[in-house]
């Protein structure tokens, strides 16, 4: 393999990966322990696999273009697959939101969320049969259904063809929200979600209260605890794989998503600024 020259951007540096380490090296010793991995040690090294998906999910470019000083790109495809499969990357982004949130003073386990969707085009690669039209904003693609802390920070996610209605998918998200994280008791939503998702956060013990903009005010207007999802949304698109779906399964799509929020909160933690791709 090349030797590198000069670190990318994207790399993590050793205050990052010591946040990523344990969990992924655990991994692989589960897989050795379970008999997946026999045979000679393991050729590339853990950290430099993490530093080319982050690449990934950072530029935006296909797997088959990523430089040769990583390691070869079916191995890093590899990884990714086999990490969203075993959920790594889900369990990366629930020890790193508790460990910003405890930063923050706050409880590692929220008590409130809020809720939101977005819809997003796609790319030529992805199958027909995982797309659809949202009627209402006019876009042909997949819909990212998602619900954040009060910090704007990443509880869960769902992707879905975009013609799946904000209800289905909250419904979904609130579910999952609720099972994972029994200390939340009121969510916050648009006006996008009506009756059948306050009935099922009520069955779940959750107070859905859904936010409505003041018809008497013109012009812009922040709507409370609204804005905190919209910057969440926001810190997605600096990843460059996120401004479009390029991703051929949805659970790929939402691995992805937790990728850019590890990214975002291990830089939080440490410190270090996040360099955007629209500024390059």
Same mark, same amino acid.
């Given at each position: 393999?090349?030797?590198? %020259?000069?670190?990318?951007? =994207?790399?993590?540096?050793?205050?990052?990966?010591? #946040? #990523? @380490?344990?969990?992924?090296?655990?991994?692989?010793?589960?897989? !050795?322990?379970? +008999?997946?991995?026999?045979? $000679?040690?393991?050729?590339?090294?853990?950290?430099?696999?993490?530093?080319?998906?982050?690449?990934?999910?950072?530029?935006? /470019?296909?797997?088959?273009? #990523?430089?040769?000083?990583?390691?070869?790109?079916?191995? *890093?495809?590899?990884?990714?697959?086999?990490?969203?499969?075993?959920?790594?990357? +889900?369990?990366?982004?629930?020890?790193?939101?508790?460990? *910003?949130? @405890?930063?923050?003073?706050?409880?590692?386990?929220? =008590?409130?969320?809020?809720?939101?969707? %977005?819809?997003?085009? &796609? =790319?030529?690669?992805?199958?027909?049969?995982? %797309? +659809?039209?949202?009627?209402?904003?006019?876009?042909?693609?997949?819909?990212?259904?998602?619900?954040?802390? &009060?910090?704007?920070? #990443?509880?869960?996610?769902?992707? &879905?063809?975009?013609? *799946?209605?904000?209800?289905?998918?909250?419904? %979904? *998200?609130?579910?999952?929200?609720?099972?994972?994280?029994? $200390?939340?008791?009121?969510?916050?939503?648009? &006006?996008?979600?009506?009756?059948?998702?306050?009935?099922?956060?009520?069955?779940? +013990?959750?107070?859905? @209260?859904?936010?409505?903009?003041?018809?008497?005010?013109?012009?812009?207007?922040? /709507?409370?605890?609204?804005?905190?999802?919209?910057?969440?949304?926001?810190?997605?698109?600096?990843?460059?794989?996120?401004?479009?779906?390029?991703?051929?399964?949805?659970? !790929?799509? @939402?691995?992805?998503?937790?990728?850019?929020?590890?990214?975002?909160?291990?830089? $939080?933690?440490? !410190?270090?600024?996040?360099?955007?791709?629209?500024?390059?």
């Amino acid at each position: 393999m090349p030797s590198r %020259q000069r670190p990318y951007p =994207s790399d993590l540096s050793d205050a990052r990966w010591d #946040l #990523l @380490e344990p969990t992924l090296t655990a991994w692989r010793a589960e897989r !050795r322990g379970k +008999g997946l991995d026999i045979g $000679r040690p393991p050729e590339h090294d853990l950290r430099r696999i993490m530093d080319a998906i982050l690449y990934v999910d950072r530029t935006g /470019i296909p797997w088959r273009y #990523l430089p040769h000083d990583f390691p070869p790109w079916e191995t *890093v495809y590899g990884y990714f697959a086999a990490w969203q499969k075993d959920e790594v990357f +889900g369990q990366l982004n629930g020890l790193l939101r508790r460990l *910003v949130r @405890e930063a923050e003073g706050r409880d590692a386990e929220p =008590s409130a969320c809020i809720l939101d969707a %977005q819809s997003i085009k &796609t =790319s030529a690669n992805v199958p027909a049969t995982g %797309q +659809g039209i949202d009627a209402g904003k006019k876009i042909a693609g997949r819909k990212r259904h998602i619900g954040v802390d &009060t910090l704007g920070l #990443l509880l869960a996610v769902l992707v &879905t063809a975009a013609n *799946v209605s904000d209800n289905a998918g909250g419904i %979904q *998200v609130l579910s999952s929200i609720a099972a994972d994280h029994p $200390r939340i008791t009121k969510a916050w939503a648009d &006006t996008g979600y009506r009756t059948k998702v306050i009935d099922h956060g009520a069955r779940l +013990g959750i107070d859905v @209260e859904v936010t409505r903009r003041d018809p008497a005010h013109k012009g812009f207007k922040v /709507i409370p605890r609204r804005w905190v999802v919209e910057r969440t949304f926001g810190w997605l698109m600096h990843h460059r794989r996120l401004a479009r779906d390029y991703e051929t399964h949805p659970h !790929r799509s @939402e691995a992805m998503i937790h990728l850019a929020m590890i990214d975002l909160m291990s830089r $939080r933690l440490t !410190r270090e600024s996040t360099p955007n791709w629209k500024d390059s």
